[in-house]
C-alpha cells in the first residue's frame, strides 16, 4: 500500500536534514519572511519530478513561544518545509558541541579535541535528544509508502529512531563528509551507537568508493560485522552501503552567465585585472578547506617565481562560518596574519599579490569570478566532494582554464583525469603545480578542461538524487521479497 500525495498523486519523499533550505527573520508586525536558499541540496531536488519532497529540519532561529512556533510552522508548510525547534541551549550543546567540535573534525582525520570536550557526556546526551526531536517530526507527517531521506552526520542516530518506530519504513542515510580510516572512527566513544544506528538504514551511501569501504571495515573492526564494500550484515538483516558522488545543477551556472548583470561584472573585472592572471579560492572558512597551507604555497611560488611576482593575483574568498566556536575564530586570526605577511613581504605601492575576503558573494558574481579566472586552487586537507571545483568547471567553457584539486577532496576520484591533483601539505608541490599551470600549452589545458566539463554536466545534483531515491525504494523491495519467500 503506498500512500500518493493527494494532489500531485507523486510518491512522497521526506528530506530529513539539519538546516532547512529556507531561513526565518521576525518581521515588526510579527509575521515570518521567509528566504529560500536556491543552491545547494535545494536545486537538487527540484529535479527530482517524479517525487513530492517535503522537508524537515531545524527551523535555523530560536522561537521559544508556542504561538511564534505555530505561525512559523504554518508560514513554511507553504515551502514545504516542516521545521523542528531546538532551544539555545541544545544548539549549542547539540550543533556546535557535538556536531561542529566532535564529529566533524574526526570525520576529516583531525581527531579527537585534545580538550576534555570529548568526554562531556551532556553533548551527546543532547545530540541525542535533538535527533529524536527530529524523529518524532518525521514520525508525525509520515504516511505509509513515504521514503525518508536523512542527511549527514546530524542525523546518525535518526534512522535507528526512525525504524524502531516503524521497521517497515523505507530509510536512506547520506554522509557529505569522508568517512575516515576506521582507525581514526575507533576513537569515538560512541563508536559502537552510532554506527549500529545508521546500520537500521537500508541504505547508506557515501561519495566515494574509499568512504565506502572505510564504513564497512570499521562495521567489522569495531562491530565484528561482515561486510563487503557492497553491504554489511548484522543477524540476517543486510543494509546496502554505495557510492553515490554528489554533482551540480551545471545548467544554472550555465544560464547565470549569460545574464546582464553578470556581463557588467564581467566586464568591470577584466579591466581591473587586465594585468594579471587571476587564481581563484572559494572556501568556508574551515581547517578542513586548507586556507593557511595555500596561502604559504603561494607565497613560497612567489619566492620561487620573482619574474610572475606583478602578474597573477590570488583572489581568496572565505566565508566566515560556525562563527561561534572558538577554533574557528583563531582560525580566522591565523589566516589573516599570514596573507598580511604575503602582501607585506611581495606587495607594491601599486598593488598586492592576495586579495583576500571574509564574505561570501551573490551568487551572480560568484559566477563571473568563476568564469573570468585562469586557475582554480582548492587545498582542502579533506573534504567530501568539493562543490567549488564542480562549479568552477562549469563556468569555464569560454576561458577553459585549469583546476588544481587536494588529492584529499573527493572530487580528485570524479575531476582528477583534467584536475592537477596535489598534495596540500606540500607546499614545494602546490607551489610547482602552479608554476607548471601558468606555463600550460593550451592544447593540454583544452583537453583537461574538455574532460571535466563532460564530467560535470553529465553527472549532475539531479542524477545524484535519482539515483539515491531509486536506489532506496528499490532496496526496500527487494529486503521485503526475501522476507516473504
Ligand atoms: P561544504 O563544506 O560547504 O559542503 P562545498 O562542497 O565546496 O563545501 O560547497 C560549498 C558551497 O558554498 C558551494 O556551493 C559554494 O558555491 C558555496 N560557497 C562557498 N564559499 C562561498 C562564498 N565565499 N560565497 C558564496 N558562496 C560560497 C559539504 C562537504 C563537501 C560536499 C558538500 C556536498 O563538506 O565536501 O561536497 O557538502 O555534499
Known sequence: GQEEDKQSGKQRLLVVANRLPVSATKMQ???WKLEISVGGLVSVL???KDFEAKWIGWAGVDVPDKAGQESLTKAMAEKKCIPVFLDKETVNQYYNGYCNKILWPLLHYLGLPQDETYTSESHYDVYKRANLLFAEAVTKHYKEGDIVWCHDYHLMLLPQYLKQYNSKMKVGWFLHTPFPSSEIQRTLPTRSELLKSVLAADIIGFHTYDYARHFVSACNRI???EG????VEDRGKLTKVATFPIGIDANRFIRTLTLPKVQEYLTNLRERFAERKIILGVDRLDMIKGIPQKILAFEKFLEDNPDWSDKVVLLQIAVPTRTDVPEYQNLRRHVHEIVGRVNGRFGTLSSVPIIYLDRSLDFQALCALYSITDIALVTSLRDGMNLVSYEFVACQASKQGVLILSEFAGAAQSLGAGAI???????TDVSSAIAYTLNMPSE?????????FEH???HTAQEWATMFVRELNETVVEAQLRTTQ
Do not use: A, Q, S
Open 421 to 427: 591533483l596535489v598534495n596540500p601539505w606540500n607546499i
Open 223 to 225: 562491530l565484528g560485522l
Open 444 to 452: 593540454e589545458r583544452k583537453m583537461r578542461h574538455k574532460l571535466n
Open 456 to 458: 560535470v554536466t553529465i
Open 228 to 231: 563487503t564494500p557492497e553491504g
Open 46 to 48: 527540484l529535479g527530482l
Open 29 to 31: 508586525n510579527n509575521e
